[in-house]
């Protein structure tokens, strides 16, 4: 009997076993099973390798993508757009430093692109008939020549909503990369005692300054009664409505007073022509007279103190004593700007060519061209440049490159002395100072119907405005 009781066992302990071993055998075959979280815990999501394309870019895979990026496209761009195609380190002007940085940055993404030069932004047929697959660097005027002409394709790049407001096209054909603005500044009151040359700046009729105050709009400058009437000026060119300054600023006003119906005044309706005939008959029209007789210092050698001879004054903007209109890039040394609710901006954008067989290629060159780190490396080789993109410059990332990133030359506009021991204040403008320029609103303006009629607005505001004519120049000594 006890010896079939241990008969009996071992069988039982040996079926035991190979049931064990089956179910562990069954358990490898079979695929593991997720473990359902219990309430109040929450599962990890899986970390992923590489960023998964969204947008256009998730119907292609990474290697169409790949094949994309190395498209020989082709890029127009125009040197008129000195913030990006081609950058000054040292100085400003034809004796500069150049940094003809733009094409590599573009190979960086881009090892197969081709250039393109533009001569002349504003000759739509020449560019249109070049065959570029994108543009850029083209400003607003040019921008939208191209789009009037039906050569632009509308696509809405990764980063315009990072824009400004105002700045990029409202059809999403073109996009804004940096702007300027002109800007309405006075010379603040006081003499200034920090050059070797006192007493040519002691001189308080050439060298004085104003204040004004209690200006909400820029028409207020001029308005009947306006204390100001007189003290102001527009740039060099006043008689050239042509020019890139003088036409934004004229561009300012107007848009304010457009009426579509209004075809007998372009477009404008009569109050519009009104204040701009107001703003022409109050400018300053004793001060070319009497400047143009006087050997001065011009502005920038003056606040740079570098003249070393003394050269004719020719224009009223660089009068010290006059309210006038600047570019906002490399400007307010020693210039205070006239707050308004906004001012008339233009840009530097990018652009798709309708025309172009490399659709992908292009529309990843405008996510790219405009993305903030991208305007951000422009921008370390460029001093000018005022970003389009609001994520490009923050109080951390300027300050730096004051600092470190773009030499001594670039240093704020506090005093430091030169090779002599003379106290400077330096023009070149500061990254810190492009950070506030760059809040600055742009006014909201209809650019396609500002620029449909622009050309005759510019004849009929050049005749509202005849030269002054200087007087007879005093006999040299």
């Known amino acids: ?49 590489e960023p998964e394309n969204t947008g256009w870019k998730a119907g292609f895979t ?11 496209i082709k890029v127009g761009y125009t040197e008129d757009f000195k913030y990006t195609a081609k950058g000054y380190t040292v100085g400003s002007g034809d004796n500069a430093e150049e940094v003809n940085y733009f094409q590599d940055l573009v190979r960086e993404k881009f090892p197969n692109a081709e250039f393109f030069k533009i001569e002349d932004q504003h000759d739509v047929a020449a560019i249109t008939a070049a065959g570029c697959d994108v543009v850029v660097g083209l400003d607003t005027y040019a921008l939208q020549g191209l789009k009037q002409a039906a050569a632009l394709k509308e696509f809405v790049p990764e980063w315009a909503g990072e824009v400004a407001e105002n700045l990029n096209d409202k059809d999403n054909q073109y996009f804004a990369i940096s702007k300027d603005m002109i800007l309405s500044m006075y010379r603040v009151t006081g003499v200034v005692d920090d050059s070797p040359d006192l007493e040519k700046q002691k001189d308080k009729e050439t060298f004085g300054g104003i204040e004004i105050t209690d200006v909400s709009v820029v ?61 022409i008959d109050g400018r300053s029209k004793e001060w070319l007279n009497a400047e143009t007789q006087k050997a001065i210092c011009a502005t920038g050698d003056y ?20 309210a006038a209109w600047y570019w906002a890039a490399g400007k307010c040394a020693r210039l205070d700007v006239i707050k308004y609710p906004d001012v008339p901006t233009f840009i530097y954008g990018a652009a798709i060519m309708n025309t172009t067989d ?15 780190p991208t305007v951000l490396e422009m921008t370390k080789h460029v001093r000018t440049m005022i970003p389009a993109n609001t994520t490009v410059f923050n109080e951390t990332n ?21 090779t002599e021991g003379n ?12 950070l506030t320029v760059s809040s600055i609103p742009a006014q909201d303006i209809d650019w396609d119907l500002v620029c449909e009629h622009l050309d005759a607005w510019i004849a009929r505001a050049n005749s509202m405005s005849p030269a002054i004519v200087p007087a007879d120049p005093a006999p040299a000594s």
């Open 1 to 49: 009997m006890k010896k079939v009781t241990q008969v009996l066992a071992v069988l039982l302990c040996t079926t035991l076993l190979f049931g064990t071993l089956a179910a562990c055998q069954q358990a490898e075959q079979e695929p593991s099973k997720q473990v359902e979280p219990t309430s109040g815990q929450e599962q990890t999501p899986p970390v992923s390798q």
């Open 62 to 72: 990474d290697q169409q993508l790949a094949d994309f990026y190395n498209a020989a």
């Open 219 to 279: 028409t207020d400058l001029w308005k009947e009664g306006s204390a100001y009437i007189g003290k102001y000026e527009l740039d060099r060119y006043m008689n050239d409505w042509s020019d890139l300054a003088n036409k934004t600023f004229l561009v300012g006003i107007l848009a304010n007073y457009l009426d579509a119906s209004a075809v007998d005044t372009d477009c404008v309706t009569q109050e519009g022509w009104d204040q701009l005939q107001a703003m």
């Open 303 to 322: 606040i740079n103190n570098i003249a070393t001879t003394q050269i004719t004054f020719d224009y009223a903007s660089d009068g010290m004593d006059k």
């Open 358 to 372: 490399k659709v992908e290629a292009s529309q990843l060159f405008m996510d790219y061209i405009g993305a903030a």
């Open 398 to 418: 300027v300050k730096e490159l004051d600092e470190n990133g773009s030499g001594s030359e670039y240093k704020d506009y506090t005093a430091a002395l030169d």
């Open 423 to 434: 106290q400077v204040v330096r023009i070149i403008p500061s990254r810190q100072y492009m």
